[in-house]
């Protein structure tokens, strides 16, 4: 009867439990940087050589990274509304100073969770920097001038990618610390069941599920 219980998901108490734990553990540890809350999954009957790689991504209803790294490749007009909001931003000369060395490039990649970048930029950045941004799946989004800038950033701080690599392990910041329960057990069981809907098998290729906080020992759910 194992396989019914899978079809009914997990129990709601489980995972109500399991988030009191992690977050009891790290509210006693009281370290000085507020932990995040991180979803552990493994896959089972998937192999990423043969089957088909799925990747989907979905906007959480709380910000689970409003610390998160995002970086505006910006305009004028841009550079100036970013920097009044404390948002990073580079012009294109910025970009051309790279010139193109891969390993700058890459680094510059890895300092920053996403980009975001005015409109009317967005085709000449790759002819300025190469293919370095999209390698690191990092593409810049396109933000026209108008929009709210700040509520791009804090939409892609939300947003978090399920994707299948070269392992069948996943591990995504769902949460904080700082959030309510509540609000970590909205956006942990969103995007349990969001992953379910892009594998080919739903609930029959997970292995096990874990949360944890930074620190705090894992709890298994699944």
């Known amino acids: 009867n194992s396989r019914n219980s899978r079809e ?26 507020v932990e995040t809350v991180e979803l552990q999954v493994t896959l089972k009957g998937i192999d990423p050589k043969k089957d088909k790689r799925f990747s989907g991504s979905i906007q959480l209803p ?3 990274r409003p610390k998160g790294a995002i970086c505006i490749i910006a305009d004028a007009h841009h550079m100036e509304e970013a920097a009044k909001l404390g ?10 100073k790279f010139n193109k060395d891969k390993k700058l ?19 000449r950045i790759p002819r300025v920097l190469g293919p370095g941004l999209a390698r690191a799946g990092k593409n810049p989004i396109a933000v026209a001038h ?5 509520a791009q950033v804090t939409s892609l701080q939300s ?10 392990c996943l591990n995504l910041a769902v949460g904080n610390v700082a959030m ?13 069941n969001f992953l379910v809907s892009l594998l080919k098998k739903g609930w029959q290729n997970l292995k ?11 709890v298994r759910i699944l």
């Open 105 to 123: 490039i890459k680094k510059f990649a890895k300092k920053y969770d996403a980009f975001i970048a005015t409109n009317t930029l967005i085709r």
């Open 159 to 168: 947003t978090v990618k399920f994707q299948l690599k070269k392992v069948i």
């Open 180 to 192: 309510t329960e509540d609000e970590i057990h909205h956006n942990l069981v969103l995007s349990i």
């Open 87 to 96: 948002i990073d931003c580079i012009d294109m000369d910025g970009l051309a």
């Open 62 to 64: 709380n910000n689970p």
């Open 8 to 33: 009914s998901k997990i129990p709601d108490q489980t995972v109500r439990e399991a988030i009191s734990t992690i977050v009891a553990h790290a509210k006693a540890a009281n370290r000085p940087f």
């Open 208 to 218: 096990c599920i874990y949360i944890k906080t930074t620190q705090s020992p894992s």
């Open 146 to 150: 108008g929009a709210d800038l700040m």
